[in-house]
């Protein structure tokens, strides 16, 4: 096993130009291989020193040119120092890891995508629903209101015909007689029966008590007819109130059915509202769910990402290093150079010998690099019966292969093992007639493929859709942030102005006591 330290594969750099390699870190994965920094010695040119003897001979040669330096300068030295190479290694295992994890996530960001846009449909319904409510609220209000006027405008009509309906006297026994004449006509017809009838001892007692009683009522018959005239001055006749008092009714029979219609409608929507903010939760914990599933996958992303970080540390720390020897190489400081080389390769070299977990790391890095060069694992050209080094990744069959090619061959199959029965010898019949249909018939493999290939195509596009929708989402939440840090700073600059005018208005202040105190120096020294 052979240390990649080759010249086509060595880190290289010229004094005079730095190659630039602060690439992305998808950039160094893939295409790490033509990184020029990692193909060519750091190379650091300097002028000799020595002089030449023949110009120190012709010195005094009078015919020799005086700025024979500038005109023949002296060759450029170049020095190369070469580093290890440390190639980046992707463990197909976290590869898989974080394919599926990668998977994950855009399945719970659809999800959280479906309940966003229900939970924004929800929660216009519920907008509009209070909307109605409100209004239905001060619809009713209104009706309560023109009830309450109509009940204030009945109750002394109905007050007046209670009145006039009131005729029982003290004891609620009789009714009142409407007036004094109705009254002594009363009192005439029972003292008739005494005189001009025959009855008994106890009726004739009756009758007396019956007069005498009258007798008591007639103060309160003289003023109910009093009260009874007075109403009928100022209201009018008992007919007309009643009148009057019916039609009111009506009015207020209306106005009660309106109200309970508006009462019905608005019970009716708050139903609904109820039943609303019942969905919109259940959608909020839902959503809250998937949130932490899809927050959960994503913690897992950050971890492989970690573990594989870790797993090419040697990877990073050798871009470091040939970062500062670039820097070295532009200040021209060789030895600083040839001790950093020589540095790294003693390091490389102890971790060679004593570690073999490193060996067997440092190899699995560069078979890549040694099968692509048609090498070997000890670094010599690989014979023609020599098999790869890195085993080419088997073709994954797609979705649209494994779901659509059953499903297109299947009604072939069903047809021809329909009318023949379940014996072991009657199997081999379909794939030989399958077989001399496709013969004969090679249109068929055509369209199946075709078939095939437009779903597919549909697919790629739905892709391609959520794909779209993934990174609206991300420009929506770039846009979030530049708000909110437009907002940060509007409220630093705030403060800062409020802060400002603190200061001036303490300077100010300071100034008025210092012209103050001068004045009453003035004073007192004018004094």
């Not at 409510?133 to 023109?146: C, G, M, P, W, Y």
Request: with cysteine; hydrophobic share 35%; proline share 4%.
């Amino acid at each position: 096993m052979g240390v990649e330290v080759v010249d086509s594969d060595l880190a290289q750099l010229s004094i005079d130009k730095v190659t630039e390699v602060d690439k992305s870190f998808l950039h160094e994965n893939r295409k790490l291989d033509k990184d020029p920094v990692y193909n060519n010695p750091i190379d650091v040119d300097s002028h000799s020193e020595e002089p030449d003897k023949e110009e120190e001979n012709g010195a005094s040669d009078p015919n020799f040119p005086k700025d024979a330096v500038i005109e023949w300068p002296a060759p450029k030295q170049i020095h190369s120092f070469h580093f290890i190479r440390y190639r980046f290694y992707e463990d197909p295992a976290i590869k898989a890891k974080l394919d599926q994890a990668d998977k994950e996530i855009q399945k719970w960001n659809k999800a959280r995508f479906k309940l966003t846009d229900e939970l924004k449909a929800k929660r216009a319904e519920r907008f509009e629903m209070l909307s109605q409510v409100r209004a239905l609220n001060v619809d009713f209000e209104q009706f309560k209101t023109i009830l309450d006027e109509k009940k204030k405008e009945i109750e002394p009509l109905q007050q007046a015909l209670g009145k006039l309906r009131n005729n029982k006297d003290v004891d609620n026994r009789l009714s009142l007689c409407a007036s004094e004449e109705e009254l002594d006509f009363i009192i005439h017809s029972l003292q008739y029966r005494i005189q001009h009838e025959s009855i008994s001892l106890s009726e004739e007692k009756r009758i007396l008590k019956e007069i005498k009683h009258l007798e008591g009522t007639r103060e309160k018959v003289i003023a109910n007819a009093a009260m009874r005239s007075k109403i009928q001055d100022s209201l009018g006749q008992k007919e007309d109130i009643q009148d009057q008092v019916k039609l009111m009714g009506v009015d207020l029979n209306g106005v009660r059915k309106e109200q309970h219609a508006v009462w019905s409608k608005k019970k009716q929507i708050k139903d609904k509202l109820d039943e609303t903010e019942t969905k919109i939760e259940s959608l909020q914990n839902e959503l809250k769910a998937v949130t932490l599933k899809r927050d959960k996958a994503f913690d897992n992303i950050q971890e492989l990402r970690k573990q594989s970080d870790q797993g090419n540390s040697h990877f990073y720390q050798s871009r470091t290093i040939v970062h500062n020897a670039k820097l070295l190489a532009a200040q021209k400081d060789i030895k600083a150079l040839e001790e950093l080389s020589i540095v790294e390769v003693e390091k490389f070299m102890a971790l060679w010998n004593g570690n073999k977990a490193f060996r067997d790391d440092y190899e699995k890095r560069i078979l890549s690099s040694l099968d692509s060069r048609l090498l070997s694992r000890d670094g010599r050209i690989r014979n023609p019966d020599e098999k790869p080094l890195v085993a080419p990744e088997k073709p994954v069959d797609s979705e649209t292969e494994t779901i659509l090619r059953p499903s297109v061959r299947k009604p072939k199959e069903e047809a021809k093992s329909g009318p023949q029965t379940d014996t072991k010898p009657a199997k081999k019949a379909p794939k030989d007639a399958e077989t001399i249909a496709m013969e004969s018939n090679p249109l068929s493999d055509i369209s199946v493929v075709a078939e095939e290939i437009l779903v597919s195509g549909k697919l790629q596009k739905n892709k391609e859709v959520d794909a779209a929708k993934l990174k609206e989402l991300k420009r929506e939440e770039e846009i979030a942030k530049a708000k909110q840090a437009m907002e940060r700073k509007k409220k630093l600059a705030e403060k800062a102005a409020a802060k400002a005018a603190r200061r001036a208005q303490m300077e100010a202040e300071k100034k008025l006591k210092e012209i103050i105190c001068f004045l009453i120096w003035f004073h007192f020294i004018g004094y």
